[in-house]
């Protein structure tokens, strides 16, 4: 794969690389006090916490030198669900040589506990080297997802920047929209995002497709997911009654101009398009420096 057309830099410094993302939304407070999450942390940090430099917290207002101890934050947040359900908390992690220098293995979690209805979004950022991997790769989505009470997620391409600075996130987005639209692999990088309309049903699919528990109750149960998925698509079991469905062997980019379009993704969006986000749900998203015509047949690309 040629991933440089997927790096963006401006002389020595790179504004924005590939990677493979493990995305995962919660809607609503959890009932496990938290405890998925921790999982989910920890299971990031038992795998990539010795390359990690640098973190950041939601009232920071620059990345610190990374320590053990920086895993104390949201390990506090996780065991008071008071916290989780009136404050807006983020942490996030890199492997970067500099502060401001993203790089994964890399943890990006927005704790929106105050919103109406509150959302989580947890996000894995890994070398997009692991997406040569895929057996490694869903192993890892599905221990860190084993005990998190899941809405929904997915796993695949997409890129990744310093999104705390505007005006470089301006300048990342106009030069992803063009991959964006003819690469339907590549995931937008802004999971927060897509959040504004997980508690409306599934948002976008991938090569992994993540279903909580009440997702795949909406489609009959897991062994009607079983029965009704095609050849291509893989139903496998999740934690907490959940379920993944595997569009074929490994991620893939795609190609609109050599029409490669990924058809095993398509019948993913087919499967899950009895739960997937409303129309006005997708439609109050916004994808920059996208047209409002571009943005809504790239949200329904995988759904049509």
Not at 91 to 100: I, M, T, V
Request: aromatic share 10%; with cysteine; hydrophobic share 45%.
């Amino acid at each position: 794969m040629e991933w440089h057309r997927f790096t963006l830099a401006k002389g020595d410094q790179v504004l924005a690389l590939p990677c493979v993302e493990i995305v995962a939304f919660v809607n609503g407070l959890p009932d496990n006090g938290g405890a998925g999450f921790a999982k989910f942390l920890n299971d990031f940090a038992r795998n990539f916490g010795g390359q990690l430099r640098f973190y950041r917290t939601g009232d920071m207002k620059r990345f610190r030198a990374f320590d053990v101890q920086a895993l104390e934050g949201p390990a506090h947040w996780f065991a008071d669900p008071r916290l989780l359900a009136g404050n807006m908390l983020s942490f996030r992690a890199h492997s970067g040589e500099a502060a401001r220098d993203v790089r994964p293995p890399a943890l990006d979690m927005t704790l929106a506990g105050v919103f109406e209805p509150p959302r989580f979004i947890l996000r894995m950022i890994l070398p997009v080297e692991w997406g040569d991997e895929p057996q490694q790769l869903l192993s890892l989505a599905q221990a860190a997802l084993a005990e998190l009470p899941l809405g929904s997620g997915y796993c695949g391409y997409s890129l990744v920047w310093e999104e705390t600075d505007t005006a470089l996130e301006e300048k990342v987005l106009a030069w992803a929209g063009p991959l964006h639209r003819r690469h339907p692999g590549l995931g937008y990088g802004d999971a927060v995002c897509l959040s504004n309309a997980v508690d409306r049903g599934v948002v976008a699919v991938n090569w992994l497709t993540f279903l909580g528990a009440e997702l795949v109750a909406a489609l009959g149960g897991p062994d009607a997911l079983a029965s009704n998925a095609p050849a291509e698509v893989s139903v496998l079991s999740l934690g907490q009654g959940g379920a993944i469905l595997r569009a074929g062997d490994a991620p893939k980019l795609g190609d609109v101009n050599r029409e490669d379009l990924l058809p095993a993704y398509h019948a993913v969006g087919r499967l899950v398009g009895p739960v997937r986000a409303t129309d006005e749900a997708l439609d109050e998203l916004l994808i920059d420096a996208m047209s409002e015509e571009d943005a809504h047949d790239w949200l329904r690309r995988f759904f049509v």
